[in-house]
């Protein structure tokens, strides 16, 4: 800290007088803090604002920031800072694979693979600077991570971020993979043939641990743990169906008659491990797996085990005692249910309609109304569901919108992050020099109900509008399409912030100079209140 608090006055007078290096204005004079501290906030900046950067302005930002942290050499700083420089460091890896993600062409596997090496980078930089929530940012280091905005924000947005992005990762690799699965279940399915190490050879591809509990006849040792939110696994998770393919082709390689088994072999365990795989294949909605494991192949399987290891008559009893399991109704494996706000944010501007669309007596069919009009109007994948009241809220992700009716670009039109709630600091120059473009966002929010929503007297935050939208469903839930309702109630706020050309965190435009019909016209939506 001592080497930080020296070069402070030097960096106040030069966050004032210098541009971001990104954009090529030269800096007078440098030390590694201020090339630090300078990077940090660039690549900050370029997470924040990431969907709204235009892809070229990226690459050069990228570019520069790689040979500024190369720069930093001295192993005395980067020891003494090893915090702000892990952390920095992780902010570039991050981008940089969010760079990759969006620039992609072909999806190959060596591309998949430079995608995960490249985020590993950033998730090995980042379980390196050991952020403590309640160490890291404690007073005696404020003065130099206020200035640059290196606070438990900051932390969690980058954290966010590099979950999401391994969370996106994974999907693909799971895609790219499961054709081998399927070969290798189809070989052990049609003739016996059991590669059970080419399943390992694909998921270690994408370091995808594989149970092998059935093989092996005991259960995985999971030892309990207190998660720490601030490290993030390196490891990826094998999705469902690979999971399936794999604990069939243990069953079915236990069950051939070549294989050999010890004498103590836990045939309880084995027919526990059966039917909790049953269970798997009848929640599973793939198409592969529901039609090459269908009650038929599993009965067969069934078959084959007892043949082999017959059941126990303890065993027998209980299996007859307990319900099919088609009839059994499973609990859905996510219990969290998600609700909008009650009473609702206060808005830029609200309109209540009585007796709304009598004609639709459920809530599918008014969300099918809703659902289509939007749509309509470019709002595709835009849409995000709550629970409300007796019925149910709808939003859209923050669009940008230009005063003037003029059409926004579709690939800057919806805006994921507006950023975060802080105050204004030597960050925020930094920032008006960076992201200067004055710009209005909004959010329509509509809530169907018997009665009109109530209304907060306090307004919207683009960071909680950020929040409600992570916290949603992307359709309506289930259990309320077939709802009801005869006598409706529609509510609808429309939250416009407005980004000024400073810099300043958004906020929310209470002036009323725009109403709902306004903001309903802008965006081709006037039918929904016709």
């Known amino acids: 800290m001592k080497l930080f608090k020296f ?27 201020s090339t630090l501290a300078q990077a940090y ?42 915090t702000l420089y892990n952390f920095t460091n992780a902010l570039f890896y991050q981008n940089q694979s969010k760079f990759y993600f969006h620039e992609q062409g072909e999806i190959t596997r060596s591309f998949l693979r430079r995608l995960k090496s490249n985020l590993g980078r950033g998730i090995s930089y980042y379980n390196a600077a050991k952020i403590d929530q309640f160490g890291t940012f404690q007073k005696e280091r404020s003065m130099l991570y206020e200035m640059i905005k290196f606070d438990s924000e900051s932390n969690n947005e980058l954290n966010s971020e590099i979950r999401s992005l391994k969370s996106k990762f994974n999907t693909l690799f799971n895609e790219d993979i499961f054709p081998d699965f399927k070969r290798v279940f189809l070989a052990a399915k049609n003739s016996d043939s ?22 092996r006849n005991t259960p995985d040792f999971k030892p309990f743990s207190f998660e720490n939110s601030n490290f993030i696994k390196p490891e990826y998770i094998a999705d469902s169906r690979l999971d399936i393919i794999s604990r069939y082709i243990q069953l079915k390689y236990l069950a051939s008659k070549k294989t050999r088994v010890s004498r103590n072999f836990n045939k309880t365990f084995l027919y526990d491990a059966y039917d909790d795989f049953i269970r798997q294949v009848r929640m599973e909605n793939d198409q592969f797996i529901r039609e090459e494991l269908n009650s038929r192949v599993c009965k067969m399987l069934l078959n084959e085990l007892t043949s082999k290891f017959p059941r126990d008559k303890e065993l027998d009893e209980m299996a007859n005692a307990m319900p099919p399991m088609a009839m059994v109704n499973l609990p859905p494996t996510n219990m969290q249910n998600y609700f909008f ?16 669309k009598p004609s639709l007596s459920t809530l599918g069919q008014v969300d099918s109304f809703l659902s289509t009009n939007f749509n309509g109007a470019g709002f595709k994948n835009e849409l995000h569901y709550y629970y409300a009241m007796d019925g149910f809220a709808l939003t859209t992700t923050l669009e ?74 992307d ?9 009801n309702l005869p006598i409706k109630t529609l509510s609808v706020f429309v939250y416009h912030f407005h980004q000024n050309d400073i810099g300043e965190v958004p906020e929310l435009d209470l002036s009323g100079s725009l109403t709902v019909s306004d903001h309903l ?10």
């Open 341 to 356: 706000p009650n009473p609702a944010p206060l808005g830029s501007a609200k309109l209540i309609i009585s007796n709304y």
């Open 400 to 473: 940008k919108f230009n005063k003037d009716g003029s059409a926004v670009p579709i690939e800057r039109r919806f805006i994921k992050n507006l950023g975060g709630e802080g105050k204004f600091s030597f960050y925020e120059t930094f920032k008006s020099m960076f992201f200067n473009i004055e710009s209005e966002y909004r959010m329509f929010a509509l809530i169907i109900a018997s009665k009109s929503a109530a209304i907060s007297n306090e307004g919207m935050s683009a960071g909680f509008a950020g929040q409600i939208l992570e916290n949603s469903y």
């Open 41 to 82: 906030i660039n690549l900050y900046l370029t997470e924040t604002y990431f969907d709204s950067l235009p892809s070229a302005r990226i690459k050069k930002i990228l570019a520069f920031e790689n040979d500024e942290l190369k720069s930093i050499n001295d192993r005395t700083f980067i020891r003494v800072n090893s």
């Open 7 to 33: 070069c402070l006055p030097f960096f106040l007078i030069l966050s004032f007088i210098c541009a971001l290096g990104a954009q090529e204005i030269p800096v007078p004079v440098k030390t590694d803090t």
């Open 521 to 530: 016209k802008s965006a081709g939506l006037s039918q929904i209140i016709q």
């Open 475 to 483: 359709a309506l839930p289930v259990d309320l399409k077939t709802k």
């Open 194 to 215: 059991f590669y059970l190490d080419s399943l390992s050879y694909f998921s270690n591809i994408y370091d995808m641990p594989l149970s092998r509990e059935i093989l």
